[in-house]
């Protein structure tokens, strides 16, 4: 049996509000685990516009949403959270002690002192195959994320997609000798960088890549073991199906925000957003904090700047909580030995 990671603070997001909820936690000493459905920090800026430019984060006049999500990653090292990416918060109860018990779809446990939901408009998750044949290859024959390609078990893959991630996961593909390997897409468009699209193309044209034009409508099992899969069978414009064999379909289709278990976890909700008193950024559930997109008051606007001040009270008052013999002061990083000290720019 997996062992439970006891914390004071688990994150749930790594958006710009998670990163910057650690970095608030981690000035009042607080060490944060932070869990996320994507592969990577950033949430909304990296996944919906990291080549675009934000012009309203005070003192950046201008930053793309991944250049953000960089400087927010760099600033919050010396707090040295633990994050875990690729999976997603499916359970939270309160315990008994007050501490609340979290469980990953994965199977990884916590049992945190606080919880901090930053989980914007939901836990990104790759958009599914909407085929009831794909569900028994699910995890083994069907991947929906490219991951390591070099060591994916298998010699004939199929891609489905038309954007960056398949075309790249087919380029890299193609790098492995002994692969054949086919991208599936109804249409002869891509919307991927010009540069891989260019390279897929001198692929298709040399016959490393097959490029199929249809849409898939079923799976064949070997004849030998149903969880093995064989082909992937695809619909052509004339209406005529096809079998493709394959022992690996990646399909990579995008990504879709779901709310999915927050809504299940006995949070006052307005609209599916978690409502929050904003003196604390506290939920009706004692110790469970709701910041950035996700939460709901008066007068919320859904900007990044507004989750940067949440996420700042929140770290206050857990901290208060954390240590009620205490008075929390006010401090300043500018003359403060002691956030110096855990910002590691402390004088020797
Ligand atoms: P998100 O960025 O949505 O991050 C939430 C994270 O939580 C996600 O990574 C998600 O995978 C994860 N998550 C959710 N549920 C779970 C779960 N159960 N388990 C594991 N992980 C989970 N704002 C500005 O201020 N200025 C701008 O110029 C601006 N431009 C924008 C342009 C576009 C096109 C869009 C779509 C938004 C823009 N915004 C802008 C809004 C801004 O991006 C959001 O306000 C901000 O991203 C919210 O941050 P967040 O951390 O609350 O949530």
Not at 149 to 167: I, K, N, Q, Y
Not at 193 to 212: D, H, I, T
Request: some cysteine; glycine content about 10%; proline content about 5%.
């Amino acid at each position: 049996m997996r062992s439970v990671i006891e914390t004071d603070a688990l994150i749930i997001g790594a958006g710009p509000a998670g990163l910057w909820q650690a970095f608030q936690l981690g000035l009042q000493g607080i060490r944060a685990h932070i869990v996320d459905a994507l592969p990577e920090a950033g949430g909304q800026c990296i996944e919906l516009y990291g080549d675009k430019p934000i012009y309203d984060i005070p003192a950046l006049p201008v930053a793309s949403g991944r250049e953000l999500v960089e400087r927010l990653l760099a600033q919050l090292r010396p707090m040295q959270p633990a994050f875990h990416f690729g999976r997603l918060v499916s359970q939270l109860a309160r315990r008994d002690d007050e501490r609340f018990d979290v469980t990953l779809d994965d199977g990884m446990r916590f049992v945190a002192r606080f919880v901090f939901v930053a989980a914007g408009v939901g836990a990104f998750v790759p958009r599914r195959l909407m085929l009831d044949e794909a569900r028994a290859f699910e995890g083994r024959g069907l991947l929906y994320r490219a991951g390591d390609l070099s060591s994916l078990p298998g010699e004939r893959f199929a891609v489905l997609g038309d954007g960056p991630e398949a075309v790249d996961a087919v380029v890299s593909l193609a790098r492995r000798e002994q692969a054949s390997i086919a991208l599936v897409h109804r249409r002869d468009s891509f919307k991927a960088e010009a540069a891989s699209v260019a390279r897929l193309r001198e692929l298709v044209a040399a016959g490393r890549v097959q490029l199929v034009i249809g849409q898939p409508v079923g799976f064949d099992a070997a004849t030998d073991d149903a969880a093995r899969l064989a082909a992937l069978r695809w619909l052509d414009a004339e209406g005529k199906v096809h079998a493709l064999a394959v022992d690996r379909v990646i399909a990579l289709l995008g990504i879709s925000p779901k709310l999915g278990p927050i809504a299940e976890w006995g949070l006052a909700l307005e609209r599916k957003q978690v409502v929050v008193d904003t003196a604390s950024f506290e939920s009706n559930v004692p110790g469970l904090y709701a910041i950035g997109d996700i939460n709901h008051y008066p007068g919320k606007r859904k900007l990044i700047l507004c989750g940067f001040h949440e996420a700042t009270l929140a770290a206050f008052a857990a901290a208060q909580r954390l240590r009620p013999d205490e008075r929390i002061a006010t401090l300043y990083t500018t003359t403060s030995d002691v956030l110096q000290q855990r910002l590691g720019v402390g004088r020797a």
